[in-house]
């Protein structure tokens, strides 16, 4: 009715004062209705949603849990803001209790991809700390007698709640009470993993939890790790796109600031694998893909100059060819598809190899990427053309 007598009384005025008064008052009004109509769609929202929850806490009928389940994923599926709706209405800890009980072990796998996706959102997990979710996790991974998929899902959450991209840290004092069975229980996953996506889930939140804790890495140093994860990157089942390459070689990277690994590497021939992650390409046009690419490119030039730190592994790296391709990294910007992190990474690494067998790099290439200072390199580097090299 407001809207509707200003816009009545501009139509019969000229008079440009008022008419810029009345625009203030036009706006403010459409701000408030606007205000008020996101409100009302979050009530709305929240309504149908205390809906599904109560279906899923009150009854007893599979079927019925099962597609109140299916709905409150779809809503997941629309962003944070409805996330945050669904978390502050206890769905996590409606979810949860459904992976408690025997009589729903078919629920838990759909039940657990919610929870992943409602743990976007720090509500989500604020919620699952509350109700000691991640001891419901570690009970579902380490139990043998679960299924893989439900396992996978789990371990699904668990890469959710550890994502570096989360502030909050509320919850890693609990973590840290159940990180060897966690930790154990995942790897075994990455080792016994039917399928890529089952692995590419089990070692996501394997390379998130190495970020936490030097404890987690000397936990998967004890436990075969490396052994486990360059296995893997040579069974094609498993480890079959460049996202999976990017966990596997986080993780390496993350384990090879401690010695114990450098021995482990030469043991499993790492460094040829690593080499080969130094090579890796997207197989399409896919952004997404491409940067996965990029980061596989950069994690394993850290690795190896991280390793290389041992002068036997760096012997080792130099027979196998590293400088060549790290040289031929850092002239070619198309083979690291532009990215100045991977010309950083690879330019570290040549540096390390250089400090250890000076005699593995030519004198051009000492005058222009070894000798100068790093960012002298770097920019050199940087605006070459393809002409150049």
Do not use: W
Request: charged share 20%.
């Amino acid at each position: 009715m407001e809207l509707s007598i200003i816009t009545e009384r501009c139509l019969h005025t000229e008079d440009e004062y008022f008419l810029k008064s009345m625009k203030e008052a036009i706006h403010e009004i459409l701000t408030d209705v606007s205000d008020s109509f996101s409100q009302m769609i979050d009530m709305a929202l929240a309504n149908e949603i205390q809906i599904l929850i109560r279906q899923i806490e009150d009854s007893d009928d599979v079927l019925t849990i099962s597609t109140a389940i299916s709905n409150l994923l779809s809503l997941t599926q629309d962003g944070p803001q409805l996330c945050s709706i669904i978390a502050k209405e206890g769905a996590v800890v409606a979810l949860l209790k459904i992976c408690r009980q025997d009589c729903f072990s078919s629920l838990y796998a759909p039940a657990l991809r919610t929870v992943a996706s409602i743990c976007c959102v720090e509500e989500g997990i604020s919620q699952l700390e509350k109700v000691d979710g991640l001891l419901c996790l570690a009970d579902i991974l380490t139990d043998g007698a679960c299924a893989e998929a439900t396992r996978a899902e789990a371990a699904a959450v668990m890469a959710q709640i550890t994502s570096p991209h989360h502030s909050s840290t509320q919850h890693l004092s609990s973590f840290l009470e159940s990180m060897q069975d966690i930790v154990t229980a995942l790897i075994h996953l990455c080792e016994s993993a039917s399928c890529g996506e089952v692995f590419l889930l089990a070692s996501a939140a394997l390379a998130n939890i190495t970020f936490f804790d030097s404890m987690a890495c000397e936990i998967l140093l004890q436990l075969n790790a490396v052994h486990i994860l360059l296995q893997a990157c040579r069974d094609r089942q498993r480890v079959d796109t460049p996202y999976s390459k990017d966990q596997v070689v986080t993780i390496l990277a993350n384990l090879s600031v401690l010695e114990q690994c450098t021995a482990d590497v030469l043991e499993e021939k790492g460094i040829e694998q690593l080499l080969v992650l130094l090579n890796e390409k997207p197989s399409s046009s896919s952004p997404s893909e491409s940067a996965a690419c990029e980061r596989v490119q950069q994690k394993a030039a850290v690795t190896l100059a991280r390793l290389s730190r041992d002068p036997l592994l760096a012997q080792t790296a130099i027979q196998c060819k590293a400088v060549p391709r790290l040289i031929e990294l850092c002239r070619s910007p198309a083979e690291r598809n532009n990215s100045d992190s991977v010309l950083v990474a690879c330019l570290a690494a040549l540096r390390r190899l250089a400090a250890e067998c000076p005699d593995s790099i030519g004198p051009s290439d000492h005058q222009q990427l070894i000798k100068p200072r790093l960012v002298d390199s770097f920019l050199l580097c940087s605006n070459m053309e393809e002409s150049f090299v």
